[in-house]
């Protein structure tokens, strides 16, 4: 009786072991998907306050690269 009951206990230890491995795995693969969704929002708002300063500024004048060379004292 006490060998069927140690190796019962075994089994569960092994088992739960098993499980929080898959866990710890699950858990690491959602931070990675979480990382990359953070990267793709920050390129996202990157782009949207690109086209909303393009949006502003569509009815004023645009300066040429030599212009801006010019203006900033730059070779």
Do not use: C, F, W
Not at 19 to 28: L, P
Not at 29 to 43: G, N, S, V, W
């Amino acid at each position: 009786m006490l060998l069927l009951s140690a190796e019962s206990v075994i089994e569960k230890m092994s088992m739960t072991k098993a499980v929080q491995q898959n866990v710890v795995r699950s858990i690491s693969r959602k931070r990675e998907q979480i990382a990359t969704l953070r990267e793709e929002l920050d390129d996202l708002n990157d782009y949207l306050d690109l086209v909303e300063a393009r949006v502003h500024d569509q009815s004023k004048p645009r300066l040429t690269h030599a212009e801006v060379k010019k203006r900033y004292g730059l070779k």
